[in-house]
């Protein structure tokens, strides 16, 4: 069974910068649809930023230009960095996998919590 477990994450100044990433325990070659998503205290899960195998890639419009998602199917990660970091931003984040654009995937991270605060 695939476990996705998350690193990086902390507390972060706003403007600041901030990478999570994720690694699998088996290979997401044959995965095609990976996320971040991030739920905020008291808000629904929201998706952040996906990659398909084919390398197309979408983000939600609060974070467009400011964070990247990258995927490396030979390290079997997939990467969240984050520039021009708001307080808003804050949350926990979550890798996801086997997903499409209509929802999210059975497979999660446990989480990583990204605090901006100054």
């Known amino acids: 069974q695939v476990r996705l477990v998350e690193s990086g994450g902390g507390l972060v100044q706003p403007g600041g910068s901030l990478s999570v990433s994720c690694v699998s325990s088996?290979?997401?070659?044959?995965?095609?649809?990976v996320a971040w998503y991030r739920q905020a205290p008291g808000k629904q899960r929201e998706l952040v930023a996906s990659?398909?195998?084919?390398?197309?890639?979408e983000y939600a419009d609060s974070v467009k230009g400011r964070f990247t998602i990258s995927r490396d199917n030979a390290r079997r990660t997939v990467d969240l960095q984050m520039n021009d970091l708001k307080p808003e931003d804050t949350a926990v984040y979550y890798c996801?996998?086997?997903?499409?654009?209509?929802?999210?995937?059975?497979?999660w991270g446990q989480g990583i919590q990204v605090t901006v605060s100054s």
């Open positions: 990659v398909e195998r084919v390398g197309n890639i």
């Open positions: 088996h290979s997401i070659n044959g995965i095609n649809y």
């Open positions: 996801n996998a086997g997903g499409s654009h209509m929802a999210p995937g059975p497979i």
